[in-house]
């Protein structure tokens, strides 16, 4: 079927907890939107792999009610509903479903702020960890969208969400290339796409940004360091260890300049004149060609005089132009 049935399915989860008979239940609909050709869609085979995880950050054996138990966790969607019963669950647990990306799926389920902010902490499985804190920061963003800019609400949500960032930052288990990507927020797009209808670029630009400075300012602290710590004096290498330290790097500096202070833009003005890769160069040159700051055009006219003779660099000079948000 997955090479007959065309859309990408979606899994409707629910899940429940009963403390009294230590019990906890997690239903499934499985559901794919029906095309011209194919008004009727069959229920399809998802491995879906799943985790529960005990409030010590622990995950707890999944045993089935009937008494199996369930290794590695993977359980087996092929109903058009399916719900499965775990036993010996004496607190209620915070589930992480489709670990590792387990199925070509997406996934639907009712967590709260504090549960993505656990799985963003706790979580074992990266992918479902950068996954719990995408969500997180998306449904701060809408929110503000909601109610016309940067709410309390978002606030709200933005300084939770700063502190579980900062706590995941702090694993030293985790590496850099992956750091870099739990600090990026979700794109523009990306928020567009979340919305779906009555899409207004220049409302989301402006709770993006919202949101970015007060993650900045909460945890400006920890994203001086990160920057400090990732900073070098070494010969450019692009090995992995290097890429992942220079895009953790950037992604603390790109964080830190939405705060908007002299020193922030004392800091990017230096990245850029002192950076010895092209990577290092194009992402400073892509933030200050959205500052309206003198050293805006003393950076554009640095890279154009230093490049214009290599016509794929200056592809790079006129898109950071053209993203600029200035007139």
Same mark, same amino acid.
């Given at each position: 079927?997955?090479?007959?049935?065309?859309?990408?399915?979606?899994?409707?989860?629910?899940?429940?907890?009963?403390?009294?008979?230590?019990?906890?239940?997690?239903?499934?609909?499985?559901?794919?939107?029906?095309?011209?050709?194919?008004?009727?869609?069959?229920?399809?085979?998802?491995?879906?792999?799943?985790?529960?995880?005990?409030?010590?950050?622990?995950?707890?054996?999944?045993?089935?009610?009937?008494?199996?138990?369930?290794?590695?966790?993977?359980?087996?969607?092929?109903?058009?509903?399916?719900?499965?019963?775990?036993?010996?669950?004496?607190?209620?647990?915070?589930?992480?479903?489709?670990?590792?990306?387990?199925?070509?799926?997406?996934?639907?389920?009712?967590? #709260?702020?504090? *549960?993505? %902010?656990? !799985?963003?902490? $706790?979580?074992?499985?990266?992918? &479902?960890?950068?996954?719990? +804190?995408? @969500?997180?920061?998306?449904?701060?963003?809408?929110?503000?969208?909601?109610?016309?800019?940067?709410?309390?609400?978002?606030?709200?949500?933005?300084?939770?969400?700063?502190?579980?960032?900062?706590?995941?930052?702090?694993?030293?288990?985790?590496?850099?290339?992956?750091?870099?990507?739990?600090?990026?927020?979700?794109?523009?797009?990306?928020?567009?796409?979340?919305?779906?209808?009555?899409?207004?670029?220049?409302?989301?630009?402006?709770?993006?940004?919202?949101?970015?400075?007060?993650?900045?300012?909460?945890?400006?602290?920890?994203?001086?360091?990160?920057?400090?710590?990732?900073?070098?004096?070494?010969?450019?290498?692009?090995?992995?260890?290097?890429?992942?330290?220079?895009?953790?790097?950037?992604?603390?500096?790109?964080?830190?300049?939405?705060?908007? #202070?002299?020193? *922030?833009? %004392?800091? !990017?003005?230096? $990245?850029?004149?002192?950076?010895? &890769?092209?990577?290092?160069? +194009?992402? @400073?040159?892509?933030?200050?060609?959205?500052?309206?700051?003198?050293?805006?055009?003393?950076?554009?006219?640095?890279?154009?005089?230093?490049?214009?003779?290599?016509?794929?660099?200056?592809?790079?000079?006129?898109?950071?132009?053209?993203?600029?948000?200035?007139?």
């Amino acid at each position: 079927l997955w090479y007959s049935q065309s859309g990408t399915p979606e899994l409707i989860c629910e899940f429940k907890h009963d403390a009294t008979a230590k019990m906890a239940e997690l239903t499934i609909h499985q559901t794919t939107r029906p095309t011209t050709s194919q008004p009727r869609k069959m229920p399809l085979y998802i491995p879906v792999d799943v985790a529960l995880i005990g409030d010590n950050g622990d995950e707890i054996a999944l045993q089935l009610a009937s008494g199996s138990e369930i290794r590695p966790g993977v359980l087996a969607v092929t109903e058009p509903t399916q719900t499965f019963k775990f036993s010996n669950v004496p607190t209620r647990p915070v589930p992480s479903i489709l670990r590792g990306f387990s199925a070509p799926v997406n996934v639907t389920i009712d967590l #709260s702020d504090g *549960d993505l %902010a656990f !799985l963003m902490c $706790h979580d074992r499985d990266l992918f &479902n960890r950068w996954k719990a +804190a995408n @969500a997180f920061a998306s449904r701060a963003i809408l929110a503000a969208l909601k109610e016309g800019g940067s709410s309390a609400a978002m606030q709200t949500s933005a300084a939770r969400y700063a502190t579980a960032l900062a706590a995941a930052l702090d694993n030293r288990k985790i590496d850099n290339a992956y750091k870099a990507e739990l600090l990026k927020l979700p794109t523009p797009a990306d928020i567009a796409r979340e919305k779906a209808t009555d899409v207004d670029p220049a409302a989301i630009d402006t709770a993006h940004r919202a949101m970015s400075r007060q993650i900045a300012n909460a945890i400006g602290a920890n994203l001086e360091a990160i920057y400090a710590e990732t900073t070098t004096t070494e010969p450019y290498s692009p090995n992995a260890t290097e890429s992942g330290r220079r895009a953790l790097r950037n992604a603390a500096l790109t964080l830190l300049t939405t705060r908007g #202070s002299a020193q *922030d833009y %004392a800091r !990017l003005e230096h $990245h850029f004149a002192y950076a010895t &890769n092209m990577t290092d160069t +194009a992402h @400073a040159l892509v933030l200050l060609a959205a500052i309206d700051i003198p050293a805006r055009q003393r950076a554009l006219a640095n890279f154009y005089d230093r490049w214009n003779g290599d016509h794929l660099v200056i592809d790079m000079w006129f898109a950071a132009q053209a993203q600029s948000p200035l007139p």
